[in-house]
């Protein structure tokens, strides 16, 4: 497993940008499909998009498509969420998850192929 702290999270007014990381520890990162996830009041967690290990493939949730986007840096150990167009209904606790060893992208929705997920953070969209 990896350890996964996000960070970036905030008040923001519909229609605006926030960027969202999320760090990792252990050896395993720079090989993982990383996904990242939200769950809002009332809701089940839900499937927000998921990156490659390499960078080469991502996919999105229908509902975010063309408005957010996922990064990562090996390097660095980190993953990335960037934003835009926020709507009221994107509030909610945002989760970066670490997919098992050796899965690819495909199937990056399903929660039970990550085995580490971070605390979450909080994202309040404002109409």
């Known amino acids: 497993q990896v350890q996964l702290v996000e960070s970036g999270g905030g008040l923001v007014q519909a229609g605006g940008s926030l960027r969202l990381s999320c760090a990792a520890s252990g050896r395993t990162f720079s090989i993982r499909v990383m996904g990242w996830f939200r769950h809002a009041p009332g809701n089940e967690r839900e499937f927000v998009g998921a990156i490659s290990w390499s960078s080469v493939g991502s996919s999105y949730a229908d509902s975010v498509k063309g408005r957010f986007a996922i990064s990562r840096d090996n390097a660095k150990n980190t993953v990335y969420l960037q934003m835009n167009s926020l709507k009221p209904v994107g509030t909610a606790v945002y989760y970066c998850?670490?997919?098992?060893?050796?899965?690819?992208?495909?199937?990056?929705?399903?929660?039970?192929?990550?085995?580490?997920w971070g605390q979450g953070t909080q994202v309040t969209v404002s109409s």
């Open positions: 998850a670490a997919k098992r060893p050796g899965l690819l992208l495909p199937g990056s929705n399903i929660q039970a192929t990550y085995d580490s």
